[in-house]
C-alpha cells in the first residue's frame, strides 16, 4: 500500500515538471525549403516526416502534457535541432550545408530516420516507397 501511494506521489510530482514549447521566432526566409525552393509536394513531405523534430515549427501531441513520456520527447526534439535545424538553414555555411544534406541522404536512405518511434504516433510521417524516392531525389539534387 505505501508503496502504491509513493509511486502516485511521485508520477503526480513529476508532472509538474514542463518542457520548453516554445516556438522560437525565426526568419521564414531561411528556412530549408524557402531556400532550396523545394516543390509543394516535397514541402509537405519533408514537413510532416522530418520538421517536428528538426525545425521550431514542432507540433506537440497531447501526450507531451504528461512526464515522463514529455521529457523523453522533449529530450529528442532538443538533440534533433541541435544536429540539424531547418528552421536557420541559412546560418549554416556552405561546408556545413554540404555536410549535412550528405547525412540527410545517409540517414534517410537507410532509414534511420524518421526515428521509429515517431513513425509509430505519426503514421502520415511513414513514407510510402514513392514518397521516400520523391524526398531522397530531391536531397541528391541539391547536393
Ligand atoms: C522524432 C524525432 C525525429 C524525426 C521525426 C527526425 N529526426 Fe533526424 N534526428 C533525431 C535525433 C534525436 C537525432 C540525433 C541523434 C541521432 O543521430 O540519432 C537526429 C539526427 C539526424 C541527422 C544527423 C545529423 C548530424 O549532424 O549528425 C540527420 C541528417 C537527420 N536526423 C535527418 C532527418 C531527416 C531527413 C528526417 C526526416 C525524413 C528526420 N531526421 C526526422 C530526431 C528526429
Not at 506521489?9 to 515538471?17: K, M, P, R, Y
Not at 531561411?30 to 514537413?47: E, H, P, R, S, Y
Not at 515522463?68 to 522533449?74: A, C, E, M, R, T
Request: charged letters at 30%; glycine letters at 2%; aromatic letters at 12%.
Amino acid at each position: 500500500m505505501k508503496k502504491k501511494i509513493a509511486i502516485v506521489i511521485g508520477v503526480t510530482l513529476i508532472q509538474f515538471i514542463r518542457i520548453d514549447k516554445d516556438h522560437p521566432t525565426y526568419e521564414k526566409s531561411g528556412d530549408f525549403l524557402t531556400v532550396t525552393k523545394a516543390d509543394k509536394k516535397t514541402t509537405n513531405l519533408i514537413q510532416s516526416a522530418c520538421y517536428d523534430c528538426h525545425s521550431y515549427d514542432t507540433e506537440y501531441p497531447w501526450y507531451t502534457n504528461i512526464s515522463p513520456v514529455s521529457l523523453w520527447i522533449g529530450h529528442h526534439i532538443e538533440e534533433a535541432r541541435e544536429h540539424l535545424n531547418f528552421s536557420t538553414w541559412a546560418e549554416y555555411d556552405s561546408e556545413k550545408k554540404e555536410h549535412k544534406i550528405e547525412e540527410m541522404i545517409e540517414e534517410f536512405e537507410e532509414g534511420e530516420m524518421p526515428l521509429e518511434s515517431f513513425t509509430w504516433t505519426h503514421p502520415e510521417a511513414k513514407l510510402s516507397a514513392d514518397e521516400k524516392q520523391l524526398v531522397l531525389n530531391w536531397f541528391k539534387s541539391i547536393q
